[in-house]
């Protein structure tokens, strides 16, 4: 079983639509963050989140932080077919950065 | 600047093989190491972690195992492979020092024919 349920699973959608991936998990997590990954590489880091209810903006990617520490939340606005790729949220559930369980992943394609 | 590398980059093994991938960190001392499956496009499974030479954590119970014989190398092996092994098996490392941010390997596809 997984820790962490990325919904959806895959999303196809045009060029300009707006997007929002979710992250679900019933246990509370000390952080948050998300990757995008591109075929046979390894994920990238786009974003950490701390703060139950924190928000973090970075360009069009808004990223928001359950108040109870165990969701979150990637929205993209404008899409654009340079933001294709597989997004990926990771907890540590430690606290002590030891251990990062990650979600079943959102492979998003933007159609131009 | 730190870097991480991994290899073999591709492997096509026979079911009862032994397996060995190998994965060095460059750049930064005591790194927490990891070693991920992933299945495609799907998420990352964690199968081990260590945080010291010889320390190892493991999450799955399954016929793999995973060495730190020095303090930037981290060693991922099988005696037997299981067609069930076939997979994307990505290392990565962290430092406490930048709050848990993972950076991983290039990967090493693992095809077990």
């Known amino acids: 079983t997984q820790l962490l349920e990325q919904s959806p699973q895959f999303l196809s959608i045009q060029e300009g639509e707006n997007l929002t991936v979710y992250c679900n998990s019933s246990s509370v997590f000390s952080s948050l963050q998300w990757y995008r990954q591109e075929p046979g590489e390894g994920p990238v880091l786009l974003v950490t989140v701390v703060t139950g209810g924190e928000v973090k903006k970075l360009k069009r990617l808004t990223f928001q932080f359950g108040d109870a520490r165990k969701d979150s939340s990637l929205h993209i606005t404008a899409a654009q077919p340079g933001d294709t790729g597989l997004y990926l949220c990771?907890?540590?559930?430690?606290?002590?950065?030891?251990?990062?369980?990650f979600g079943t992943g959102t492979s998003l394609t933007v159609i131009p | 600047s730190q870097t991480i590398h991994q290899w073999p980059a591709t492997l096509v093994q026979p079911v009862g093989s032994p397996l060995s991938l190998e994965c060095t960190v460059e750049g930064t001392s005591n790194p927490n190491l990891y070693w991920y499956r992933q299945a495609a496009g799907r998420g990352l499974q964690l199968l081990f972690y260590?945080?010291?030479?010889?320390?190892i954590s493991s999450e799955v119970p399954q016929n793999l195992s995973a060495s730190r014989p020095q303090d930037r190398q981290f060693i991922l092996s099988s005696k037997k492979l299981l067609l069930s092994d076939s997979g994307f098996y990505l290392c990565a490392w962290t430092s406490l020092r930048r709050t848990g941010e993972l950076f991983f390997g290039e990967g090493s596809r693992l095809t077990v024919l």
């Open positions: 990771a907890g540590d559930r430690s606290g002590t950065g030891n251990q990062f369980y």
């Open positions: 260590s945080v010291g030479i010889g320390q």
